[in-house]
């Protein structure tokens, strides 16, 4: 449990609050490139950390995130004219270029002002299918997280956004919090064909009912049998302390298989990103404000999928991959599939849509001064305590926790596997601790 | 670091005795307990545990979580200093069935 004023810390985020100022010393995934798809398109506005911006791809192609007022007398320049190489507010005509330089001011002729002032920018990096953003003091930047598919091509990549109306430590918690998938998600590990057929007394009587729902790693409703082997919901959790975070591993007894194990190791990298063992890439969630979120999922893909991965199998009526329809509705329950054994939470549209369902039911910013943690709720202990390590450590000068000292972003990674019983799951992602391994023996010919 | 039990607010709920066996026990009262090696420490501050190497996380593990917020850390660690003031005792209705101190029986917190 968290005294309220702790959960206070955790769960604020806007400018000059402890857990704002820590979150502003890390690269920020803030948007989606998609959203800004070519040179003078018209800009978006980004509401991230409780502060609004404006962001902008001029006439070279470079992006531009800017504070979204103008800084004459606040106009928002997301109204603005994006053109010759700068965003150009419609009131009085000031223009700036991306690194917040006034480009022209038409009411005023003298060229001293635009010379001395400039508008708020903040450095933009471009990476798997995300503008990432820096909103810490200038020269403070960390090393920037190039995860493996930072590199990867639009159509290898399936980026998807959810906007949720609650706070984002409710989703963020959500995201390495192994022992809810066998349970929450007993109906997509039933439409896999894989995992358990009960929870307590429910049994599924027959096959499950959403075929179509997109699955981890699959498309709409593949068949992934060995997916989850094991019918043990209270695993095991053991946490390791990393460069870039922590990674932990959620083990459970094998069906049929005593001398074996299931471990399925999670990365979470500060502040934000969670790899999910089974899934081939990663989950942001990222603070709107103090009462809305975006979980964004970045998955990598065969290539030329990335788009038809999208939108199978959730209804559009509850939430959509377009900019006007990311804010998920609360999804209707199916409480007559519940009742006849089809389905065990009664909500279409897989995971994701599952697990918005019961976070955003905690209400909007959940009082954890309320709750009763367990054992299997270790990994979410950890990421508490690296946060509010890090609130106390900037606080006292230094830099927060998880900046990734001597670690190659690009190698982490999760698992999601059966190994033997006396086998260390650290064995499966060996590049986490920034060690080196073994050099590998020659090959002899 | 050192660790000790206020008692006050244990709930008995073992969560801690779960999380590291070798650091916490429950006693026959059915409150929470540290041991030192093998002998299990009278209750209060002036019993304090020596946390031994390598038992450090399962403490604050089970520290963090405890749900009477009872097991105390000296010096207190960087996370809990946000919580120098312990929480009041539980009044809440429905939450945890459990013993508490000077009680022979369970009774509802």
């Known amino acids: 449990m968290l005294t309220a004023e702790e959960n206070e810390v955790l769960c604020r985020v806007g400018p000059g609050t402890p857990m704002g100022s820590v979150l502003r010393r890390y690269w920020t995934p803030a948007f989606q490139l998609g959203d800004l798809p070519a040179p003078d398109c018209p800009p978006i506005r980004v509401t991230v950390l409780g502060e609004s911006f404006v962001a902008f791809r001029d006439t070279n192609g470079t992006v531009g995130f800017l504070d979204e007022l103008c800084c004459?007398?606040?106009?928002?320049?997301?109204?603005?004219r994006v053109e010759d190489c700068g965003i150009r507010c419609l009131y009085h005509g000031w223009k700036y270029a991306v690194d917040g330089t006034i480009m022209e001011t038409p009411n005023l002729a003298t060229p001293t002002f635009r010379e001395r002032v400039k508008h708020g920018a903040y450095p933009v990096r471009e990476a798997g299918g995300l503008g990432w953003v820096y909103l810490g003091p200038p020269g403070t930047e960390p090393p920037f997280p190039g995860f493996s598919w930072a590199t990867a091509e639009p159509d290898e990549l399936a980026v998807s956004e959810m906007i949720m109306d609650c706070n984002w430590m409710q989703v963020l918690e959500g995201s390495i919090d192994s022992s809810h998938v066998a349970i929450l998600h007993l109906d997509t590990l039933a439409t896999m064909g894989s995992g358990p057929r009960s929870v307590g007394s429910f049994d599924f009587a027959g096959e499950p009912w959403d075929l179509d729902m997109p699955v981890p790693g699959g498309g709409g409703g593949a068949r992934r049998p060995g997916v989850w082997p094991s019918e043990d919901n209270a695993p095991r959790i053991e946490v390791e302390n990393t460069p870039f975070g922590f990674h932990y591993a959620a083990i459970r007894d094998v069906t049929g298989e005593p001398g074996k194990k299931f471990v399925r190791v999670t990365a979470f990298v500060m502040p934000y990103t969670a790899f999910i063992g089974g899934a081939p890439g990663a989950v942001i969630v990222v603070p709107r404000d103090d009462y809305t979120c975006s979980s964004i999922g970045v998955f990598k893909v065969p290539k030329g999928a990335g788009l038809a991965r999208r939108a199978t199998g959730v209804d559009p009526a509850v939430w959509g991959p377009e900019p006007a329809n990311r804010r998920i509705r609360r999804p209707r329950q199916d409480r007559e599939a519940m009742a006849?054994?089809?389905?065990?939470?009664?909500?279409r549209g897989g995971n994701r849509?599952?697990?918005?369902?019961?976070?955003?039911?905690?209400?909007?910013?959940y009082d954890r001064a309320k709750e009763h943690l367990v054992p299997a709720d270790l990994a979410?202990?950890?990421l508490r305590r690296l946060l509010?390590?890090?609130?106390r450590l900037l606080e006292a000068g230094q830099d927060p926790v998880g900046h990734g000292d001597g670690c190659d972003f690009s190698r982490i990674t999760a698992a999601s596997q059966i190994i033997d019983a006396g086998q260390r799951w650290q064995d499966l992602v060996p590049a986490h601790q920034g060690t080196p391994e073994p050099s590998r023996k020659p090959v002899a010919s | 670091m050192r660790v000790w039990i206020d008692q006050a607010y244990c709930t008995g709920s073992g969560l801690c005795e779960l999380i590291e066996p070798r650091v916490f026990t429950i006693g026959d009262d059915g409150l929470a307990r540290v041991r030192q090696g093998a002998d299990v420490l009278p209750p209060g501050p002036d019993n304090a545990a020596r946390v031994p190497?390598?038992?450090?996380d399962e403490v604050r593990d089970a520290s963090e979580s405890c749900p009477g917020?009872?097991?105390?850390?000296?010096?207190?660690?960087?996370?809990?200093?946000?919580a120098c003031v312990p929480p009041p005792a539980r009044q809440a209705r429905g939450g945890l069935t459990g013993a508490v101190r000077g009680s022979e029986k369970a009774v509802e917190i």
């Open chain 2, 69 to 82: 917020g009872c097991i105390r850390l000296e010096p207190l660690p960087l996370s809990r200093t946000y």
């Open chain 1, 340 to 347: 006849e054994g089809k389905s065990f939470a009664g909500f």
């Open chain 1, 72 to 80: 004459h007398r606040g106009a928002s320049l997301t109204l603005g």
């Open chain 1, 353 to 365: 849509i599952q697990d918005a369902a019961v976070q955003m039911s905690s209400g909007q910013m």
């Open chain 1, 388 to 391: 509010a390590d890090s609130v």
């Open chain 1, 380 to 382: 979410i202990i950890r």
């Open chain 2, 53 to 56: 190497a390598g038992c450090e």
